[in-house]
């Protein structure tokens, strides 16, 4: 069913409301995030936008899901192929890195520095586990078709980073082995710090530009994580 006219108009007035406020990212930062300045940029009366977004961590929350939302689409899009799960493990790692590099203040804002004074809700928490989600259930489908090394020696691990390990598994409702988890969080984090480092200007006078050093990193944690392909 279509919306209605009203429907319509209040859609298009949000998306003008989040398209300024990711003009706001990208000149100030989400620090200095203001709805006066939004209702300023679209000519509009404060007491209008206040309708739509009642406070600046409202419209903080609605960026950060738009962000974690869309990166999970190009996750997701990446790992719906049909190669070897490890290989699409690292076209989802290429999938956020480009998504990473189209929208950086976005990326900054879901995956840089907290905002001072604002507490993420839990709406957040949802669309974010989702980009996670992805990397776990190709890791689960290499697992299951026995193409998953778990061989390769580790460190060890003391027993509460085993405890955690644990309480994911219960979480995601996985009967991928402990081992296999936490080298996923290693790798996992690896990934992103890479792509900070690199969007962050961490990689400018040594690996520079940073694609060939990301691709690396992407399929080495592949690699770290036991995937054979």
């Known amino acids: 069913m279509s ?41 509009m009366v404060s007491s209008a936008v206040y309708r739509y977004v009642p406070s600046r961590d409202d419209l903080l929350t609605a960026l950060i899901v738009e962000g974690y939302r869309d990166v999970a689409v190009a996750a997701e899009a990446a790992a719906a192929g049909r190669t070897a799960p490890g290989r699409r493990f690292v076209a989802v790692c290429e999938a956020i890195y480009t998504w990473a590099r189209e929208h950086p203040h976005q990326y900054a804002l879901i995956y840089g520095s907290p905002v001072p004074g604002y507490h993420a809700p839990q709406e957040t928490i949802t669309d974010a586990a989702r980009i996670p989600a992805v990397a776990i259930q190709l890791i689960e489908n290499a697992w299951t078709a026995g193409e998953l090394s778990v061989d390769a020696p580790m460190p060890p691990a003391g027993q509460a980073l085993r405890r955690q390990a644990r309480d994911l598994r219960t ?24 792509i900070s480092f690199d969007l962050f200007g961490q990689l400018v006078g040594s690996f520079e530009p940073g694609d060939a050093v990301c691709t690396f990193t992407f399929r080495t944690a592949a690699q770290a994580i036991g995937f054979t392909d």
């Open 3 to 43: 919306p209605t006219p009203r429907e319509r108009a209040r859609i298009d007035t949000m998306e003008r409301i989040l398209e300024s406020g990711r003009r706001q990212l990208a000149e100030q930062g989400a620090a200095a995030l203001s709805l006066r300045a939004v209702a300023r940029d679209l000519g």
């Open 171 to 194: 979480t995601l409702g996985t009967e991928l082995p402990e081992p296999v988890l936490l080298r996923f969080a290693a790798a996992w984090t690896q990934i992103f710090g890479v």
